[in-house]
Structures are given as structure tokens and as C-alpha cells.
């Protein structure tokens, strides 16, 4: 069985103007109770991610769906393994940010949509959530350090925000040095500082 495409910024022939729009999209809230269509996109976004052993979460505009739906590992987030059971996962639904403390740290994030790149992130350590579970149920939900990181990345995605789109260091392989060059650096010195090389 193939994995569930997808949806990436760009390609090897360049940007990606459809999966873009999606990308770069605010995904829409899902009505609680859930309806059929709502079931049937929470579930294809479970089943993508379930079947990935190359990632610590999931949105749902990154298979094409703009709805507010994010799946993220909470278990085994050092191993490069699909997960094996739904105690090792979250899905929340229609989930917002309620409170961000600690400090903030600074670390290098890659991302599905955006392939071969990594981008220095800065983010608070401890973040409070309100969403939906699966079953429609309110949730209140406090996560902390690595797994917060993980939290923010996807509901990043769930305001059309990328790893590009913030204001850290780019990592790029040397091989892939002057396509990222035509697609991000325009003649301002201030992107090509932001450029560095794996």
C-alpha cells in the first residue's frame, strides 16, 4: 500500500502553486457534533499519519484537507518507527492556543511540506491547548519542552504558517544550494544571511 501523498511548498521543478494555496490557507473549524464528512477527514488524516514512520505529527492541509484536524506523536518521539498504539498519539480538533509560558528556546525544525530544508524556530517550552477529541468531547490540554514544540509546528499549519516562515537560520544540504537560492533569496543581503549549509 503507497502512503497518502503529501502536499509540499515546492518540488524539484519548483513551487507547488496548487498544494501551496492549501498550505497557506486558515483551515476551517469542523462543527461539533461531528457529521459524516467530518469523521471520514479525521480518520484519513489518522490513517496518513499512522502509516509514516518519518513523522512526529500531522496536519490536515498537509494531505489536502483545510480543516482544523492535527494527529502528533506523545509517545517514542526519538524513534524513527510508526506508531503502534493509540496511547502514542493525540488528535485534536479545532484546537487553539490558550496560554504560552516558560522561556523560549531556540531549535531547528524540519517539515513534510517543506522537504529538504531545517529552520532554527524559536518557541515557548510550555503551551496550554483547548480542542476537541475525537469523539467531540472539550479537552483542555498542557503540554511541555519537546512535545509543546511539536504541538506549535502542527497547529502552525493549521494558520498557513510554515517552518519558512519564521525568522531563524535555513539549513539547507550544499547540493541543493542554488535551487533554495532561486526560490527564497531574492538580492537582500538579509536572506542571504539567513541561508547556512549542511
Not at 462543527?31 to 484519513?44: L, N
Not at 506523545?74 to 524513527?80: A, D, F, Q, S, V
Not at 516562515?165 to 537560492?181: Q, S
Request: charged share 35%; hydrophobic share 35%.
Amino acid at each position: 500500500m503507497s502512503k497518502t501523498r503529501i502536499w509540499t511548498l515546492w518540488s524539484e521543478k519548483g513551487i507547488n502553486e496548487e498544494e501551496s494555496k492549501i498550505l497557506r490557507s486558515h483551515a476551517r473549524e469542523i462543527p461539533v457534533p461531528y457529521d459524516d464528512e467530518a469523521r471520514r477527514d479525521i480518520k484519513k488524516l489518522l490513517d496518513a499519519f499512522l502509516e509514516r514512520d518519518d513523522a512526529l505529527g500531522l496536519a490536515a492541509p498537509q494531505i489536502g484537507i483545510c480543516k482544523k484536524i492535527v494527529v502528533f506523536k506523545i509517545r517514542g518521539l526519538n524513534e524513527k518507527a510508526p506508531v503502534r498504539s493509540e496511547n502514542d498519539y493525540e488528535v485534536l480538533i479545532n484546537p487553539r492556543i490558550t496560554q504560552k509560558r516558560g522561556e523560549e528556546e531556540k531549535m531547528s525544525e524540519g517539515c513534510l511540506s517543506c522537504p529538504d530544508i531545517n529552520v532554527e524556530v524559536t518557541r515557548p517550552r510550555e503551551i496550554k491547548v483547548r480542542a476537541h477529541d475525537m469523539k467531540g468531547n472539550r479537552i483542555n490540554k498542557r503540554y511541555t519542552d519537546f512535545l509543546a514544540r511539536i504541538v506549535q509546528h502542527e497547529l502552525d499549519h493549521l494558520d498557513g504558517k510554515l517552518i519558512i516562515d519564521h525568522d531563524g537560520t535555513f539549513f539547507i544540504p550544499r547540493e541543493k544550494r542554488d535551487f533554495f537560492r532561486k526560490l527564497f533569496v531574492s538580492d537582500s543581503p538579509d536572506a542571504q544571511k539567513k541561508m547556512a549549509h549542511t
